[in-house]
């Protein structure tokens, strides 16, 4: 904070009069508190309503000593402002109720200013969350005093800080002004302007909206207080009764609750059939670090800093926390806060962890690259969706070179359409180039572009474990080469433990798992299901499976047909030793299909070896297996009677 005394070009702020107004207000009742109200059927006791405000020149903890009352000629008494300066004071909201209470800091209705206009120069902020000293760099500009001045004067005071309070608790908030260094005084005359603040201090009871009789199955949107809730149209008959209640709310130093109640019909909405959208105002400048419905994380959520509003979608209600910290960013390097991901990356050096702070939603996707580095990308249980990522060939995360290890959370790559041409947005999530390596463990992706697939890798390397993708028309995973047909570096992959599941049908890439240019993709466990199960591409490639379970929903569990016209170097098909198998076999020479293992709901005979191999049929399925593990333990009564161990017979 930086003051200065002048004679010259210079404000004097003084606040003439502040003054604490409180009130209740149940329906349409006012009421003194401390007195019985009745309501209809309601009674509502009221004991004693118990706030206070204080304020300070400096900041101070809102348990400490030093905090004077908040009372006339106060808050900015005698300050002599010069171009660039800049005040800031601290105001604490005490509040010792047992009930929630809303504390409003406003620019009441009916202040006069003199008419020299040169309080349009002065710039107001404000912060309503407070831990430490600040500056107005670190605060919300307002605009400037003559302008709220003017709406203040109409109908209603404009509000510059709102604070809700749990019962016996405390917040301090900020607020600051500024005469910009670019103000320039047509004389040297001083400038003196005088203006109110005013608290207003209410007892928080749940505020309500309601909609009877809706004309027609139309989306419904209600509003109470800060928050807004969007029903769907699929949820919504004609002549549907809504109501929604939001109570208990409480903001403190990093936290924001409420509690939320749809009503549909007079029934409180427990399990919708459609995700329902929230958006709920916490104010603006902050970032999200956590967000929980009845005390389950909700791992997708869309926070604007711009204008404080906090989107997400929930099938049920009550109650929700937020927490947050003050200021912008969007990930962490130890204690070093970057205000973007991709800023995070590029100064990523090797063996740094990158944590996600927030979710985070935009247009363009991330660029990873470093050779030789190792970097790892926690995602601390958020969710980074990514609208269209043309800067990185439409994925959300596009890998150059060196290992990234991304662990931790959802990537949600956002596509539309039907077919090539009329699909848009992003491929999937992931493109691993020839220098490029990737780590997935414990994510969740999802995609809905045709054409495209959630991992693509390029002559890289890929390994998953516990990855769960969930494709719509595009695919899950495909394993090629750095340059298709040129006979370049291979690519290949290693698939542990995942759960893919791709769905509707366009083309080829409508397939759970799949390979080509020679590439090598190799599935030691988990479930895979789609259009296709697993698909070997016409420029061939190698499908390894050790077991896992494999469905396919409309087409073949396994197909491989190498187009020797065009790519007569390549050759491929699978090589399976384990795992399930529902769907039928589309294999064409030269592709082959080699099964020493597994078990089918078709008969897998034609691609099992003459020997060394039997084929079994049990409950509706064919079992493979080597004859090498058909044993029998033949126990010599004798020897066992001296306490040998029985003999292992081999066939």
Known sequence: MKVKNSTGKALS??????????????GMTYAWFKVDIDSGNNVIKIGAFDVNVYYSNTYIAADADGWTAFKDNSIFENVTLIPGDEVVRYVKFENKCD?????????????????????????????????????????????????????ATAAAPTLLVTKTLAANTSAIVAVGVKLPETYDSVSAQAISETFKLRVIATQWNAPHTSVT???????QTLTADNVTVIVPAADVEKNDNFALVVSNISSTEGTFNCDIALKKNNETVENAPSPITVNINIGKEKTVTSLTHNGTAITNYDYDSTTGILTFTTSSFSPFEVIYETGVYEAKIGETKYATLQAA????????????????????????????????????????????????????????????????????????GTNSSNGSGCYGAFRIEANGKLNATDLTLKKSRPWGLNVKVLGGEATLTNVTIDSSYGGGIEVTEADLGGNSKKGKATLTDCTF????????????????????????????????????????????IKGGTFTAKSKNVVIAAIDINTYPQYTGGFTISGGDFNGTFNITSPA????????????????????????????????????????????????????????????
């Open 501 to 544: 599941k791709q769905s509707n049908y366009f083309d080829h890439c409508s397939s759970a798992i799949s390979v080509s240019g020679g590439s090598l993709l190799t599935v030691n466990s988990g479930t895979y299901e789609g259009e296709y199960a697993a698909y070997v591409f016409s420029s061939g490639g190698v499908i390894d």
């Open 592 to 651: 082959y299909l080699s099964i020493s293992g597994g078990t089918f709901d078709h008969d897998p005979s034609a691609y099992v070896p003459d020997s060394g191999y039997t084929v079994t049929q049990s409950n509706g399925k064919w079992i493979v297996n080597p004859v090498n593990v058909q044993q029998s333990i033949v126990v010599n009564a004798a020897a066992a009677d001296r306490g040998l161990l029985p003999e292992l017979i081999t066939p």
């Open 13 to 26: 702020l003084s606040i003439l009069s502040t003054f604490l107004c409180v009130c209740m207000l149940f």
């Open 345 to 416: 990356l590029n100064a990523a050096n090797n063996n740094d962890k990158v944590v996600l702070a927030t979710c985070i939603k935009q247009d363009a996707g991330y660029l990873f690259g470093g050779a030789g580095k190792t970097v790892d990308l926690d995602l601390n249980g958020k969710t980074i969706t990514v609208n269209n990522g043309a800067n990185v060939n439409n994925r959300a995360i596009k890998i150059d070179d060196g290992t990234l290890n991304v662990y931790n959370g959802s990537i949600v790559a956002v596509g539309s």
């Open 99 to 151: 009930y929630p209470v809303k504390f409003d800091l406003v620019l009441p209705t009916g202040a006069t200013f003199d008419a020299n206009g040169k309080v349009n120069n002065l710039n107001i902020y404000t912060a309503d969350t407070v831990t430490a000293a600040v500056t107005v760099a670190d605060m919300v500009s307002l605009n400037n005093l003559g302008a709220l001045h003017s709406a």
């Open 213 to 219: 009789a809706v004309a027609a199955a139309t989306e």
